[in-house]
């Protein structure tokens, strides 16, 4: 596709409700990340998937967050009994991950802002 | 643990002036740095990506320069334009190349 997408862009729920967000990488970038950013705040890394398997989920803050990516193109970000500090924008970025300076540049997809009421 | 620092918070600038945005990082051991724009409501818009072997890169009226050994990396918008007008992030990125950000320079260019 032409940029990476992501739906929905808005979700509001309940607190303790489940929720999955969506993530559609750059047709053919390998690896893929997801990010949550809370307002006035740079974005914070949650995890890294390089093909299908999660190469690093260090940035995931409880289990009560999952992710995966079956076919090693479209992502879900699952999130379970959600609180109220879970809401803010949920990022996803794709990068090819060829050699070169080319490969290394992470493109961003417009975000889903999460509200837990 | 890496922690990256943007100074100042916040700017306001009229049309036309050159300006700085400053980005600190506490560990040298980086692969690249990437400089990003957001507009309001908006996902990230890559500016320019620098390797940790490179000192600057140039995009039009950006440039932006690395100093690894000390840590920071300077972004220069030259003759800045109301559409300018945004939140600015720096980035640098570690392995498995995630990235880990500033809280970012808010900038307003006043026509």
């Known amino acids: 596709g032409a940029g990476v997408s992501q739906t929905p862009s808005n979700k509001v729920t309940e607190k303790g409700k489940y929720v999955e967000l969506r993530c559609d990488p750059i047709?053919?970038?390998?690896?893929l990340y997801w990010y949550r950013q809370s307002l006035g705040q740079g974005p914070e890394f949650l995890i890294y998937f390089q093909g299908t398997g999660a190469a690093d989920d260090s940035g995931l803050p409880n289990d009560r967050f999952f992710a995966v990516r079956p076919e090693g193109s479209v992502s879900t970000l699952k999130i379970q009994r959600t609180e109220r500090g879970d809401s803010a924008v949920y990022l996803c970025?794709?990068?090819?991950?060829?050699?070169?300076?080319?490969?290394?540049?992470?493109?961003f997809g417009p975000g889903t802002r999460l509200t837990v009421l | 643990k890496q922690e990256v620092t943007q100074i100042p918070a916040a700017l306001s600038v009229p049309e036309g002036e050159n300006l700085v945005l400053n980005c600190s990082f506490t560990d040298s051991a980086i692969y690249n740095l990437q400089w990003f724009r957001q507009d309001p409501g908006k996902g990230l818009t890559s500016l320019l990506l620098?390797?940790?072997?490179?000192r600057e890169q140039t995009s039009g009226r950006l440039n932006a320069s690395l100093d690894k050994s000390s840590g920071r990396s300077t972004l220069y918008i030259a003759a800045s334009q109301p559409g300018d007008s945004a939140t600015y992030l720096c980035a640098v990125i570690h392995g498995s190349y995630k990235l880990i950000f500033g809280s970012g320079t808010r900038l307003l260019v006043r026509p």
């Open positions: 970025a794709s990068r090819s991950g060829l050699a070169g300076p080319g490969g290394d540049t992470q493109y």
């Open positions: 620098i390797q940790s072997s490179q």
């Open positions: 047709s053919g970038h390998t690896a």
